[in-house]
């Protein structure tokens, strides 16, 4: 080959290296500017906010930068991941009601029809979903618009099961077995959500069941109830969707074969792998073995340290990371048949072996006694840690695991910040972050459940107003945890000390409040599984240097998977606690909604709450507002000469809504967090 067209070969080979990562870069790379959150929620690419920062069909709406919505639709997303590819949605239910002057006739009907982008990106699954039909004499079944293969515009598969009922005590709590309810597995290929049913005489059943429902719903995400019978017919439920890049801007893409031959492939990262879809046409792309990440992106796949995990990656040697694995070696002079699955023991000559042996017996007996005390710490150290829970919350995401060296220079008295009923909090220093350590005060019965109460809620948490969960220790008794550090200290502190009483503006209290029922909102309506506070007030209502509020201390908190109540030992403040959960035991979430309503009234008043007969800021303000329906007279005289009257006696009224002694009068945090954003709005110019 000549010299010159050596240097043309050459030339022309890099022009089309560059090009092609020019082209690759443009298509993968989140461009400067865009959103990567919505309402406390993370949008990784694939996905994203506004034009030019999500792939075709992966676009994805923030709503009032309260709460992100697929783009095209009005589906609200609550769950978003990239391995494994799928999201969760909230879809509406679908329902008919009897008219109940003639039951043989339909009152009113919503099929609950809303499609997912039938060309786009994602199929419900299949795996993760039922269809669950609700009603007495009731034959519900899905209608799917298209499946894989079949024609754009006429139902071509339907699904169902039908429900009967003798009479009114057939349908049963927990049940679904054909009696009020049933439920079926669904195909995979579905790209809409759309029901149909039978109609059936329901003359003798109106009492209890005048209606039928039938609705998508994810499998572990929902348990029949009685009252279910009577759904609300706005109610909406967690769906999982499967999404797969099915296209590359100019054709569909059925498998990886086919993007291994066309542009715009999505498996950028020089660590992953293309995997073909398994719910309809398309791929995903995963991190090869070895590595972690977001495959989406270039250089997303990074690699992983197997030697910092020694519990996933055992190595009884010495052990060296390497690119996508690592190497278990014994160090000279020792020897294993696996060191990965074996101690290595020397490889000393017989007569070694005697010396060391005669040396380390005279060893032995000297530091006996040492050993014996240092081996009966390592076990108590090892029990504890046993009985806290070590082993099951090794596996826990985003919760790191402290020595109780780790923390021993932090638990002093002169960083001791607060104290209360159920232990200490120091502040401190770890990894260079400041930190706040929760110890428990020894003894406490309740120490143990409540410590892994906190750890399973906050691990399953993560929202901008509610205190981040660092860490714990376990290697003690009373098992402490490791929390973010809020600067300014709780709410209560704030509003009620008795010397130099900070001021706070009336805008500065309703941003408070807006803030905290976002927070309580979140655990109540969008985290993967219902929370329950049970013990909201303002010493459990942490700010920051911005008087940015976050939930803390979810030591009686509820986890709420399978049921919408608990009813159990009765603990909390029972200055701001629910009169109903006081008098039956019934902690609901509307328990929440009672209790922050006193923390409104301090906002507003200053005044602090009290379990007294004589001094109940509760009793003095209904009794005000109800003779005069405001209460002028009780406001913070700091807030009252600001004038806005109208703002306070909204904030007055919506108070006393969350203080109805009827439960069910009470609006939800989502609605009481949405009036006070708009409150919010409406103040600020």
């Known amino acids: 080959m000549s010299a010159s067209l050596f240097f043309f070969v050459h030339?022309?080979?890099?022009?089309?290296?560059?090009?092609?990562?020019?082209?690759?870069e443009s298509l993968t790379m989140t461009p400067a500017g865009c959103e990567t959150t919505c309402g406390g929620m993370d949008i990784p690419y694939p996905f994203g906010i506004g034009t030019g920062c999500s792939r075709k069909g992966f676009e994805i709406n923030c709503v009032n930068n309260n709460f992100p919505v697929l783009a095209g639709t009005s589906l609200r997303v609550v769950h978003l991941s990239v391995d494994p590819a799928e999201?969760?949605?909230?879809?509406?239910?679908?329902?008919?009601?009897?008219?109940?002057?003639?039951?043989?006739?339909?009152?009113?009907?919503?099929?609950?029809?809303?499609?997912?982008?039938?060309?786009?990106?994602?199929?419900?699954?299949?795996?993760?979903?039922k269809l669950f039909v609700l009603g007495c004499n009731t034959m519900g079944y899905r209608e799917n618009k298209r499946a894989e293969g079949g024609s754009f515009d006429s139902n071509n598969h339907y699904t169902g099961c039908m429900s009967y009922c003798n009479d009114d005590k057939s349908a049963q709590d927990g049940l679904c077995a054909g009696a009020g309810c049933c439920h079926v597995d669904i195909p995979p290929g579905l790209t809409n959500n759309e029901f149909n049913f039978r109609m059936y005489d329901h003359s003798t059943m109106m009492d209890y069941s005048p209606c039928d429902y039938a609705f998508l719903v994810g499998r572990t995400n929902y348990t029949f109830q009685r009252s279910d019978l009577f759904m609300d017919k706005n109610?909406?439920?967690?769906?999982?969707?499967?999404?797969?890049?099915?296209?590359?801007?100019?054709?569909?893409?059925?498998?990886?074969?086919?993007?291994?031959?066309?542009?715009?492939?999505?498996?950028?990262?020089?660590?992953?792998?293309?995997?073909?879809?398994?719910?309809?046409?398309?791929?995903?792309?995963?991190?090869?073995?070895?590595?972690?990440?977001?495959?989406?992106?270039?250089?997303?796949?990074?690699?992983?340290?197997?030697?910092?995990?020694?519990?996933?990656?055992?190595?009884?040697?010495?052990?060296?990371?390497?690119?996508?694995?690592?190497?278990?070696?014994?160090?000279?002079?020792?020897?294993?048949?696996?060191p990965r699955t074996e101690h290595c023991t020397p490889k000393f000559p017989l007569g070694a072996q005697i010396s060391t042996g005669a040396i380390g017996g005279i060893l032995v007996l000297v530091f006996l006694s040492f050993i014996y005390v240092v081996r009966k710490e390592q076990r108590k150290t090892k029990d504890f840690y046993d009985k806290n829970g070590g082993p099951t919350l090794e596996n826990a995401r985003n919760i790191k695991l402290f020595k109780k060296d780790d923390l021993k220079r932090i638990l002093k008295r002169s960083n001791l910040v607060g104290k209360g009923g159920f232990g200490e909090v120091y502040k401190g220093i770890v990894d260079d972050v400041h930190v706040a350590v929760k110890k428990p005060i020894h003894g406490s019965v309740l120490a143990s459940e409540q410590f892994a109460n906190e750890v399973i809620i906050q691990s399953q948490v993560i929202h901008k107003n509610i205190v981040r969960l660092i860490g714990c220790c376990l290697e003690v008794d009373a098992p402490m945890l490791v929390y973010e550090f809020v600067s300014k200290g709780s709410l209560d502190d704030i509003l009620h000390k008795v010397d130099n009483k900070e001021p706070l503006s009336l805008d500065v209290r309703v941003n408070i409040a807006t803030e905290s029922a976002r927070g309580l909102s979140y655990m109540h309506a969008e985290a993967h599984t219902k929370i329950l506070h049970g013990d909201v007030k303002p010493a459990n209502i942490l700010l920051d240097d911005k008087f940015l509020p976050k939930i803390s201390d979810f030591g009686i908190s509820r986890l709420i998977a399978r049921e919408n109540q608990h009813t159990g030992n009765i603990i909390g403040d029972m200055s701001y606690m629910d009169p109903v959960y006081l008098q039956k035991g019934l902690l609901t979430e509307k328990s929440d909604v009672y209790s922050f309503g006193v923390v409104i009234l301090e906002l507003i008043t200053r005044q602090k709450a009290s379990y007294s007969d004589n001094n109940s800021l509760v009793r003095n303000f209904l009794e005000v507002y109800e003779k005069e329906k405001k209460a002028t007279e009780l406001f913070d005289k700091e807030i009252a000469?600001?004038?806005?009257?109208?703002?306070?006696?909204?904030?007055?009224?919506?108070?006393?809504?969350?203080l109805n002694l009827d439960v069910n009068q009470r609006p939800t945090m989502a609605d009481v967090a949405e009036r006070l954003l708009i409150l919010n709005r409406t103040r600020r110019p």
């Open 235 to 338: 109610r909406t439920m967690p769906v999982f969707l499967d999404w797969a890049i099915r296209d590359n801007g100019s054709s569909a893409i059925l498998s990886c074969a086919d993007a291994a031959k066309a542009d715009q492939y999505a498996c950028v990262s020089t660590r992953s792998s293309c995997f073909n879809a398994k719910n309809g046409p398309g791929y995903n792309c995963k991190c090869s073995k070895g590595h972690q990440g977001n495959p989406y992106i270039v250089d997303g796949c990074t690699n992983i340290d197997e030697c910092a995990d020694k519990v996933k990656y055992p190595c009884y040697g010495v052990c060296e990371d390497t690119q996508g694995s690592y190497k278990c070696t014994c160090q000279p002079g020792y020897r294993s048949n696996d």
């Open 641 to 658: 000469v600001e004038g806005d009257f109208e703002l306070l006696d909204s904030l007055a009224g919506l108070s006393v809504e969350c």
């Open 87 to 129: 999201s969760q949605v909230m879809l509406p239910v679908g329902w008919q009601c009897f008219n109940a002057s003639d039951p043989s006739t339909i009152e009113d009907w919503r099929d609950g029809e809303m499609e997912m982008n039938k060309d786009g990106a994602y199929r419900i699954s299949n795996t993760q979903n």
């Open 11 to 24: 030339a022309l080979l890099l022009l089309l290296l560059l090009r092609v990562a020019t082209g690759t």
